[in-house]
């Protein structure tokens, strides 16, 4: 195998590092994968032989909002704007990539010891945590039960981009490791168990993972799904309307309490949602926003809105939402593999719930996808590639 590194390893290298630091806890909390993004990936989009016209007036169409924003909302304002282009940013580098697929195991390599260091420290903190009450590494704290971080800000942000990896194993080399399925577990993200089970369920109970590759570019299939994933969200959106009716029918039925606890607190964040909606639409700010970190003072709870659209509406206006929202549909229909497909529309639903725009769990699974591509193209590759990686 050629070990020498070509402009395309080294691009792929880049945008590995970036989704690290996307979610390691230090990089995440200050921002720095957001510098990272900047002084990698922007070079990489304009020295491209694949370069057109379309990424460059994209560039200036997001500087124009980040100096827009700028004066409207000072430098919080307008480095809002710039982590949104960067993460749209790395949306248009995969679409424009061509990778060599016998290299991609050597190249993976840091991802993959970075979930296998996350998912052993999970483990350790949740033992150590019930043995003695200290972990190495902080962890998030539901009030039922201690939930492991890993090297990550949040349990949440680990258990999402745990699942990620662990379907994108199975997609593409049919296996994963048990070690990474426990870590979900002793995380104790509820939302990201349920994924990752539904997920399992597909893969082993029905004839998706057994398509033939004919078979999976049919078109029946994507608009089903994409059909599924539009009338959830906007029935999602409804829910607002009828939200009091709920708590109250949670609050009263008689079920499992950890159940009753998860329910309860997710509709109560509803009364967060309508309550700074209602106030940006009563200030007549629905097209810039309100400005970064104006949630947590257009509710009683002193809470971010748990909706990753919700949030960008009322903090940054309904422009951007668009833009943003624009970007995932179109790069959700570029999908051409029924699995990930499916993998980006669950996981758009349930990560609603949290920052996965900005996380980015949804970047992360289009360049998973577009890795899954590279492997499978390759027959040279798939005859000599060595499981010992993922065991």
């Not at 104790?188 to 597909?202: H, P, R, T």
């Not at 570019?217 to 009828?242: G, T």
């Not at 919700?310 to 929202?325: D, H, K, R, S």
Request: glycine share 6%; with cysteine.
């Amino acid at each position: 195998m050629n070990i020498v590194i070509s402009k395309s390893d080294l691009k792929l290298l880049c945008l590995e590092v970036f989704f690290i630091l996307s979610f390691a806890y230090i990089t995440y909390a200050s921002n720095i994968y957001i510098v990272w993004g900047i002084i990698t990936l922007i070079p990489i989009l304009f020295f491209t032989k694949r370069n057109n016209i379309i990424p460059f007036l994209f560039t200036i169409c997001f500087f124009f909002f980040v100096f827009l924003y700028y004066v409207l909302y000072g430098i919080e304002g307008g480095f809002r704007i710039l982590k949104t282009y960067t993460i749209c940013l790395t949306f248009i580098i995969l679409s424009q990539s061509k990778q060599e697929a016998e290299k991609i195991q050597i190249l993976l390599k840091p991802l993959h010891y970075f979930m296998t260091l996350s998912a052993w420290i999970v483990c350790i903190d949740f033992v150590l945590y019930w043995g003695g009450g200290h972990t190495i590494m902080n962890f998030t704290s539901s009030g039922l039960m201690p939930r492991p971080n890993g090297l990550m800000e949040d349990s949440n942000f680990y258990s999402y981009l745990m699942v990620c990896y662990i379907m994108y194993l199975k997609y593409t080399y049919g296996k994963s490791t048990k070690l990474f399925i426990i870590s979900i577990f002793l995380s104790g993200s509820f939302s990201a168990i349920m994924i990752l089970l539904l997920l399992l369920f597909f893969y082993k109970r029905t004839t998706i993972n057994n398509l033939s590759q004919r078979m999976q570019k049919w078109k029946v299939w994507r608009i089903l799904i994409i059909m599924s994933v539009l009338i959830i969200h906007l029935s999602y959106y409804m829910i607002l309307e009828y939200k009091n009716q709920i708590i109250d029918y949670i609050e009263a039925v008689d079920m499992n309490p950890l159940l009753k606890v998860k329910a309860a607190s997710m509709f109560h964040r509803f009364e967060s949602q309508e309550i700074a909606i209602h106030e940006i639409n009563k200030s007549g700010k629905y097209f810039f926003g309100g400005g970064p970190g104006i949630t947590r003072t257009l509710n009683d709870r002193d809470m971010n809105l748990h909706n990753t659209y919700y949030q960008m509406y009322v903090e940054i206006g309904g422009v951007m939402l668009f833009i943003v929202a624009f970007f995932l549909f179109y790069y959700m229909l570029d999908i051409k593999n029924v699995s990930f497909l499916l993998l980006f529309g669950i996981m758009s639903l349930f990560g609603n719930m949290l920052e996965v725009f900005y996380a980015p769990v949804l970047s992360f699974i289009y360049f998973l996808y577009k890795l899954n591509g590279h492997v499978t193209s390759s027959k040279k590759f798939s005859d000599n590639f060595s499981y010992n990686m993922y065991e």
